[in-house]
């Protein structure tokens, strides 16, 4: 990451990197992903649906930054100290590794390994299990407005990786609809984790408890769906669960946005593979188009 030129001392030159290494990148979108299931266009569609009239249903999506109640030194191992001070960091200067080297701590020797920020978000990702419930919560929410190049960070990503390891056990005992909502403000955050065990393990819970959804918890699973539609797709799910899906999208046909009713019956038909003729054809009755 640094490379060095010549000197003798303690403190050895470091090569000036460019401009460009300091510019807070965002992660790139997943090639060959179908346009409809592309971040970019699920956030906007996102921020159609928290300005609409139904606004109110999402607004479990409209997260703010978050601090834990830190307790005092050396209990918990400084779990909730450490994760205030890697969330600071992260919002107000930029990922562990651009801290380190714009606060001077990463040079040649490595004599103070233990006192970089990317080393202490190594520490915070090995006691991640310390949180409680509520605590585990709150720093979902904190991660969904941090900067999208959170992402791009090693250090961050082992963190990522310990809440969604923690997330995808914990989930089991907690309530089916609460789950749908906090794995989509997951989803919709920067963290990104090849495991997604987390994603996959709600997918599971809420495909058994599809028959217990209000029609707007169908909606959250179906936004879900669409934001995981890589995992989403490889759920299998019973025709009586289907059938349900589509009963509610049609009996709430009149009280959804047009937003809402795209987003439903493209995570149905495409993502599910359900493919309903009576909601094609309402739909296409109400709107004057052809799907």
Known sequence: MVSNVGG??????????????????????????????????????????????RRNKYSFLMTTRQSLQEEEENIRENVTRDWNHISETVQDLGIPEFADVIG????AGGNAR???????????????????????????????????????????TAVFKSIDKELSIRCAKWDTVDNIQFALIWSRGPARTAEKLFEKRVLKLASK?????????????????????????????????????????????????????????????????HKSMAL????????????
């Open 8 to 53: 003798s001392g303690k403190f050895k030159k470091m090569m000036a990197k460019p401009d460009s290494y300091f510019q807070r990148k965002s992660a790139e979108e997943e090639k060959n992903q179908n346009y409809l299931f592309s971040r970019n266009y699920l956030d906007r569609t996102v921020s159609k649906l928290l300005v609409s009239d």
């Open 114 to 156: 233990t006192s970089t920020t990317c080393c202490r978000t190594l520490r915070l990702a090995d006691i991640i299990y310390l949180l409680t419930d509520p605590e585990l919560i709150s720093s979902i929410e904190d991660i969904s407005v941090w900067p999208s190049d959170a992402s791009t960070s090693d250090s961050l």
């Open 280 to 291: 094609k054809t309402k739909i296409e009755g109400c709107y004057g188009f052809r799907l």
């Open 209 to 273: 408890d599809i028959l217990n959804l209000s029609l707007d918890d169908c909606l959250t699973f179906l936004l879900f769906c669409s934001y995981e539609s890589k995992i989403a797709s490889e759920l299998v799910l019973g025709e009586e669960e289907k059938l349900f899906l589509e009963s509610q999208l049609l009996k709430g046909l009149h009280s959804m946005s047009e937003t809402e009713i795209s987003l439903g019956y493209t995570s149905l038909s495409t993502i599910l593979r």
């Open 104 to 107: 001077g701590q990463m040079f």
